[in-house]
């Protein structure tokens, strides 16, 4: 059984006209691109945040002990960079862009 089956369900309503104004005029300036572009910072912490906890675990931590779940977070973050590192370098990239692909089927044929 669910441990909230027990318990009946409930509605959060705004306590007053003034908090509810607040959030609608938040909902609308999360559409401005000056919204956006603050965000976009976020969405880069969030995202590595994710791949913290996804790919190394590192919602929970083994030890017990702030040094040592200190550690184990700043290890993590140095392994998550490396990742990252890496996955950066094996990224293939083109310092130069190649011939167009007529261009190069022209030069393969010669002259006709």
Not at 5 to 34: C, F, K, M, S, Y
Not at 80 to 107: E, S, Y
Request: charged share 20%.
């Amino acid at each position: 059984m669910h441990p909230q089956a027990d318990r009946p369900r409930t509605v959060t309503l705004q306590p007053t006209q003034d908090l509810h104004e607040i959030q609608l005029g938040n909902w609308a300036d999360q559409h401005t691109q000056a919204w956006k572009d603050r965000y976009a910072a976020r969405a880069g912490v969030e995202a590595l945040n994710s791949q913290a906890v996804r790919a190394f675990g590192l919602r929970r931590t083994r030890y017990r002990g702030l040094s040592k779940t200190r550690l184990h977070t700043q290890l993590t973050a140095a392994a998550c960079n490396l990742v990252r590192i890496a996955d950066w370098i094996r990224t293939p990239t083109r310092t130069q862009p190649g011939p167009p692909g007529l261009h190069t089927l022209c030069l393969t044929l010669g002259p006709t």
